[in-house]
């Protein structure tokens, strides 16, 4: 079955500085990739997602991230965190219609 | 704006109780999946039902029953509850199966 993981459950940067919010995922054959972020209390808002085009995708809020098949990942970056940055990052994949999660990384980023 | 609602926002019951939950899909949407998240944890997947009728499942108990409805309508429902059924309770909804999914805001259940 397919899952993901992702490396630190919290990560802190400084505002304007790079953000890198790792997933790799585990998948027999291509899966569809997804980034959501949760700021508290809220739901999951999509930030982008792989479907097996473009290997570089970009999201909202300036977020993109690259699928690299030979090293089963999918990482998330932006360039220049801001304060409003600060949330619940989740990584996840689908195959066959089922959905799968990462535990979260929570992003901090200080002033 | 994502268009789903789900509702009531907050909910305490006691152990053994029954709840429903409910959620209000885009207008559209024909997929609707209910997700379970534990304090400090990713959504687990409980199951999925695609025009009405249920598609896919997680690692749920039977005590964790669903229905979708015409006019873009689902609820979930919990029998025996149980300590550990706290958690928040997500649904989202999608215009088909394998689509990307857009969350409501949640459900908190907790249960004494």
Redesign the interface.
């Known amino acids: 079955a397919q899952s993901v993981t992702q490396l630190g459950s919290h990560v802190s940067v400084s505002e304007g500085a790079l953000v890198l919010l790792r997933c790799n995922y585990s998948s027999s054959v291509p899966p569809y990739l997804f980034w959501y972020v949760q700021y508290p209390n809220q739901g999951l808002q999509l930030l982008l997602k792989y479907t097996s085009a473009a290997t570089l995708v970009k999201g909202i809020n300036g977020f993109e991230a690259e699928f690299k098949k030979s090293e089963t990942s999918f990482h998330l970056t932006k360039p220049s965190a801001h304060m409003s940055d600060a949330a619940e990052y989740f990584c996840a994949v689908t195959l066959n219609n089922d959905m799968r999660f990462g535990a979260g990384t929570r992003l901090t980023v200080k002033p | 704006e994502?268009g789903?609602t789900q509702s009531p926002t907050h909910l305490i019951k006691t152990r053994g109780q029954q709840v429903t939950l409910r959620c209000s899909s885009q207008s559209g949407h024909n997929?609707v999946?209910w997700?379970q998240q534990a304090l400090?944890?990713?959504?687990?997947?409980i199951f999925?039902y695609?025009r009405e009728e249920e598609?896919?499942r997680?690692n749920f108990p039977p005590r964790f029953s669903g229905l979708q409805f015409p006019n873009y309508s689902s609820e979930l429902n919990v029998n025996a509850l149980e300590l550990d059924d706290s958690a928040l309770y997500?649904c989202?909804s999608s215009w088909t199966?394998?689509d990307?999914?857009?969350?409501?805001?949640?459900t908190r259940l907790t249960v004494t």
């Open positions: 994502t789903v997929t999946s997700y400090g944890q990713g959504p687990q997947f999925q695609y598609n896919g997680g997500l989202a199966l394998g990307e999914q857009y969350f409501g805001p949640g």
